[in-house]
């Protein structure tokens, strides 16, 4: 057996904010994808998935049914001959790596699933988003649900709240110096604390309204910049967005990044902002010049996204 490959997803905008009913702008990021496949004889590394997939069906036992219903007696067939999830989505990045394993397995199993090919209206999209979510809190204690329909879909999503979002388009790519890009911290995050630190800071109420006054301001111009194509707008809401995560979000930020996110600020070469929750993982980068900043962090290992 082989499922369709699910995609990694990048959270360009919204981490946090999105909690928090500001607006958000998810796509799919293809260079990562994983799928379902079966093995007579498993590696270790094979051996872990299918160890973790078996206690996953067991918590997706819990849900309830009205919500969504799966199959699980063809799901524990193929967990005896040997089904794990074959994926090259780094774990705890920030990259959407449960997310494509709780899509993958709702696309194979469940019953009366949305498909992507039929007409997706704000109710089926809102549906799935909430299926997804409590299938991922697996994972992270709580979950948007928005990395598994990102993954699902494989097309861009724009949260516009929490009950209002929409599959969009985005501009196409062009052969110019600017990009979006990944920067790889080298070390793992953990989202569920990551999240835990900003639901304690949202009890201060200067930080919620930094959320609210800066915060959502910068995130929501920088997606409508994005979106019509603007780069000179876009860079400078991202440049205020990434200070006001630079002072903010230090927790989210490990020291080694906080260095190389302060010099992008005075020097315009760059600006960094989170990439998901943080604390590890990927980390976002936008530069009107891809290859002076691929010399100027040449100690870091990046990975492009998108070209403007």
Same mark, same amino acid.
């Given at each position: 057996?082989?499922?369709?490959?699910?995609?990694?997803?990048?959270?360009?905008?919204?981490?946090?904010?999105?909690?928090?009913?500001?607006?958000?702008?998810?796509?799919?990021?293809? @260079?990562?994808?994983?799928?379902?496949?079966?093995?007579?004889?498993?590696?270790?590394?094979?051996?872990? @998935?299918?160890?973790?997939?078996?206690?996953?069906?067991?918590?997706?036992?819990?849900?309830?049914?009205?919500?969504?219903?799966?199959?699980?007696?063809?799901?524990?067939?193929?967990?005896?001959?040997?089904?794990?999830?074959?994926?090259?989505?780094?774990?705890?990045?920030?990259?959407?790596?449960?997310?494509?394993?709780?899509?993958?397995?709702?696309?194979?199993?469940?019953?009366?699933?949305?498909?992507?090919?039929?007409?997706?209206?704000?109710?089926?999209?809102?549906?799935?988003?909430?299926?997804?979510?409590?299938?991922?809190?697996?994972?992270?204690?709580?979950?948007?649900?928005?990395?598994?329909?990102?993954?699902?879909? @494989?097309?861009?999503?724009?949260?516009?709240?929490?009950?209002?979002?929409?599959?969009?388009?985005?501009?196409?790519?062009?052969?110019?110096?600017?990009?979006?890009?990944?920067?790889?911290?080298?070390?793992?995050?953990?989202?569920?604390?990551?999240?835990?630190?900003?639901?304690?800071?949202?009890?201060?109420?200067?930080?919620?309204?930094?959320?609210?006054?800066?915060?959502?301001?910068?995130?929501?111009?920088?997606?409508?910049?994005?979106?019509?194509?603007?780069?000179?707008?876009?860079?400078?809401?991202?440049?205020?967005?990434?200070?006001?995560?630079?002072?903010?979000?230090?927790?989210?930020?490990?020291?080694?990044?906080?260095?190389?996110?302060?010099?992008?600020?005075?020097?315009?070469?760059?600006?960094?902002?989170?990439?998901?929750?943080?604390?590890?993982?990927?980390?976002?980068?936008?530069?009107?010049?891809?290859?002076?900043?691929?010399?100027?962090?040449?100690?870091?290992?990046?990975?492009?996204?998108?070209?403007?």
């Amino acid at each position: 057996m082989r499922s369709p490959l699910f995609y990694a997803k990048i959270l360009l905008f919204g981490e946090y904010g999105i909690i928090k009913d500001s607006k958000g702008l998810a796509i799919p990021y293809n @260079s990562f994808k994983g799928s379902l496949l079966k093995s007579d004889v498993m590696d270790d590394v094979q051996k872990e @998935s299918h160890t973790h997939l078996s206690v996953f069906v067991n918590f997706l036992k819990t849900i309830d049914s009205q919500l969504v219903q799966f199959r699980f007696d063809e799901i524990e067939k193929d967990l005896q001959e040997g089904m794990y999830f074959d994926s090259s989505i780094p774990r705890g990045y920030g990259v959407g790596s449960s997310g494509a394993i709780v899509a993958a397995i709702y696309d194979k199993y469940a019953e009366d699933k949305i498909t992507v090919l039929e007409n997706l209206t704000r109710d089926k999209l809102l549906k799935l988003k909430t299926i997804f979510g409590t299938m991922e809190s697996y994972f992270h204690g709580t979950s948007s649900g928005l990395d598994p329909l990102n993954s699902y879909l @494989s097309i861009p999503i724009l949260i516009n709240s929490k009950t209002d979002l929409e599959a969009t388009g985005i501009p196409s790519q062009k052969e110019g110096k600017g990009a979006v890009f990944l920067i790889d911290s080298e070390q793992v995050g953990e989202t569920a604390p990551m999240v835990e630190i900003f639901m304690e800071k949202m009890k201060n109420e200067g930080f919620r309204n930094m959320i609210k006054e800066e915060f959502a301001k910068y995130t929501d111009a920088s997606i409508h910049d994005f979106l019509k194509g603007d780069v000179n707008s876009l860079l400078q809401n991202v440049k205020q967005l990434s200070k006001v995560a630079l002072s903010n979000f230090k927790p989210m930020i490990p020291q080694k990044m906080q260095g190389i996110w302060q010099k992008g600020l005075e020097t315009d070469d760059y600006y960094m902002k989170l990439c998901g929750s943080g604390g590890g993982g990927y980390f976002l980068g936008f530069t009107e010049n891809y290859e002076k900043t691929q010399k100027i962090l040449k100690n870091f290992k990046l990975e492009l996204v998108y070209r403007f």
